[in-house]
């Protein structure tokens, strides 16, 4: 289930200014296919703006989200892979994976939580994402 949804919406970048903009571009893939509009984008950044970084799932890896109401037409997920990482935290190790997440109820995610948990449970294959070089190459580790 995780690889479907993330199928067509990996990217990879060398470096990013901020983890504002790590948002905006991992979302790109979901905003161009019409599955979030942009008022998801904002709401997800809001609620790390308020809320600090609760969306670091573990180190290196974080998981923006928002509700179902800010603006989710279609149940979806997008990957950013950042080369270089980006801080969303002083305190926090830099992320280099960006999973965002879009479920347009509090139900239907429920299938790609569950393997994005059984991914991150598995320290080799996030090291492996993290150092893969092409989204071909992280499909396969999926």
């Known amino acids: ?3 479907t949804m993330l199928k067509e919406n990996i990217q990879i ?4 200014e901020n983890w504002e903009e790590a948002i905006h571009l991992a979302s790109m893939p979901l905003l161009e296919k019409n599955n ?4 998801y984008v904002d709401a997800m950044i809001d609620g790390i703006k308020e809320l600090g970084p609760y969306i670091i799932l573990i180190p290196g890896v974080a998981m923006p989200h928002s509700r179902p109401e800010n603006g989710v037409n ?8 950042i080369e270089e ?8 190790e ?8 879009a479920a347009k109820d509090n139900s239907s995610h429920m299938d790609a939580l569950v393997g994005l948990s059984d991914l991150l449970e598995d ?8 150092r893969s070089v092409s989204v071909e190459e992280i499909l396969n580790i999926l």
């Open 1 to 3: 289930m995780l690889k």
């Open 13 to 16: 970048s060398n470096s990013i």
């Open 36 to 39: 979030i509009q942009k008022k």
């Open 74 to 81: 279609d149940t979806s997920m997008a990957l950013l892979k």
């Open 85 to 92: 990482g980006v801080s969303f935290s002083p305190t926090k």
């Open 94 to 101: 830099d992320v280099k994976l960006v999973f965002i997440l």
């Open 123 to 130: 320290e080799k294959k996030v090291d492996a994402i993290i």
